[in-house]
């Protein structure tokens, strides 16, 4: 499905990565003056009365009391406690619409529907139908509304959700944050054409500068939601059981994630963007360090420079230097916190000395 934005002046792929000026776009789109096409990512929809008891039965956030306009965010974890799909959810009162990245949203309309058992649901994949677009600023009025309410999804990683928790400490660079995704009808498309737009890479620099953890870039197999401060915003700690609930609590409570999501500022010296997989040593690139994490996105920023995100071991010590390896340059690092090595472990239960140990 070939994009009309993909047709406009300067503009390089489908969708578009950018119109000429990946760096320039940016602040147009941060201040709400310019929209992104992302048709190339997926919508799925839950139709019946059953709808949201199946969402919330199965998956991290409590959806039960989404009242129609609302937004949320949620995950599907294995019984292990690994994610395996990152939802954006919006009901309108009658149908819940999942935005979903691209590549996933079969899979998990697939997993759904194998769920239903007598509820009373139909899922659909609608991808077909919806593209999405993305703003920090009104939705465009060729927004879809099907049932009477704007299907617009408001980003709730502006501030910790209800029964989230967060790791990151001091002040987070999402306060402010006001994107939003709205969906419209494929058909429609094409009445966008007049209106201002960025690139996806525009939008991926400012997603990276605010700690944005995503599910096409920062999820692996063995993932959990502690590792990339996900608990603020797709993680309700409270509520009733559902696949892999037993890990989230285990490690938010007792343990710590054995790997924590870091921002990286990159020496722009080379010029060189690290791709997604490169690998972070530790040290500075004459230590020869060990590698200790993978970068998992990067971008141009239009104040910080060159930055990316990455998923480091634990161990990795907080303050020390690290080289990211990227296409045989090696590119010094500096890390700034997002998920602390100590985060985690917040019922503080006192440690039961072993029977017959000795005490020194």
């Given amino acids: 499905m070939t994009s009309p934005f993909a047709s406009r002046p300067g503009a390089v792929g489908d969708p578009p990565e950018h119109y000429g000026d990946p760096i320039g776009e940016q602040r147009p789109l941060a201040a709400g003056r310019a929209i992104v096409d992302l048709s190339d990512r997926e919508v799925v929809s839950l139709d019946g009365p059953d709808r949201l008891k199946l969402l919330d039965s199965l998956t991290s956030q409590s959806l039960l009391g989404l009242a129609p306009g609302g937004s949320a965010e949620t995950l599907l974890l294995d019984p292990s406690g690994r994610i395996e799909y990152a939802a954006r959810v919006l009901d309108d009162g009658e149908t819940t619409w999942l935005l979903m990245d691209a590549g996933t949203g079969a899979g998990f309309a697939t997993f759904l529907d194998r769920m239903r058992f007598m509820l009373q649901v139909k899922v659909a994949d609608r991808t077909a139908e919806f593209a999405t677009i993305g703003t920090f600023g009104a939705a465009p009025a060729a927004t879809a509304a099907p049932n009477g309410v704007p299907l617009v999804w408001v980003d709730p990683w502006a501030s910790v959700q209800a029964g989230g928790f967060q790791y990151a400490t001091g002040a987070h660079p999402s306060e402010g944050w006001t994107y939003r995704e709205a969906l419209v009808e494929r058909a429609r498309l094409g009445e966008l054409a007049e209106l201002p737009a960025a690139g996806t890479l525009a939008l991926e620099a400012l997603r990276i500068a605010a700690w944005r953890p995503r599910a096409a870039t920062e999820l692996d197999a063995t993932s959990i939601p502690h590792e990339l401060d996900w608990l603020r915003s797709a993680v309700h700690l409270a509520k009733g059981c559902y696949r892999g609930q037993e890990t989230v609590a ?111």
């Fill in 250 to 360: 285990k490690v938010h409570n007792l343990g710590h994630p054995p790997r924590r999501l870091v921002m990286l500022h990159l020496d722009g010296t080379d010029a060189v963007l690290p791709p997604a997989g490169s690998e972070v040593r530790i040290g500075r690139p004459d230590a020869e360090g060990a590698v200790v994490g993978r970068v998992t996105a990067s971008a141009w920023h239009h104040e910080l420079g060159p930055v990316a995100l990455a998923i480091v071991k634990r161990s990795a010590d907080p303050a020390s230097e690290l080289t990211v390896v990227a296409d045989e340059v090696l590119v010094p690092a500096a890390q700034q916190l997002i998920v602390p090595p100590d985060a985690g472990a917040t019922a503080d239960v006192p440690r039961i000395p072993r029977l017959g140990a000795v005490r020194r």
